[in-house]
């Protein structure tokens, strides 16, 4: 059984830096993908952040510059480095792995509870 648990969540002011982390277990993702994804109340959940299991990376536009996404399949962890954080940051973060066909088709899909992240002054 897949399971996602995600850690690092928490309140810091605006310009401030947060990690939050995801450990998976329940089977080996050295051949997933992991990333990151954020919804705030009312709104699309949206991508933030995903690494292939080839270490390749993909950011959303807005945090493109300020965000690092790393991952270490020894551990089977996924994490999100977030600096110059801004108030529209704020939303509940959610780790996600997934594997992908060779036509992009995404499989075995599975989420975290996600973590709340506030960014306020």
């Known amino acids: 059984q897949v399971q996602l648990v995600e850690s690092g969540g928490g309140l810091v002011q605006p310009g401030g830096s947060l990690r939050v982390s995801c450990a998976a277990s329940?089977?080996?993702?050295?051949?997933?993908?992991m990333g990151w994804y954020r919804q705030v109340p009312g709104k699309q959940r949206e991508l933030v952040a995903i690494i292939t299991s080839g270490g390749r990376t993909n950011y959303a536009d807005s945090v493109k510059g300020r965000f690092t996404i790393s991952r270490d399949n020894t551990k089977n962890t996924v994490d999100l480095q977030m600096n110059s954080l801004k108030p529209e940051d704020t939303a509940v973060y959610f780790c996600?792995?997934?594997?992908?066909?060779?036509?992009?088709?995404?499989?075995?899909?599975?989420w975290g509870q996600g973590t709340q992240v506030t960014v306020s002054s």
């Open positions: 996600y792995v997934d594997r992908v066909t060779l036509i992009g088709t995404s499989y075995n899909e599975y």
């Open positions: 329940g089977s080996s993702f050295s051949q997933y993908r």
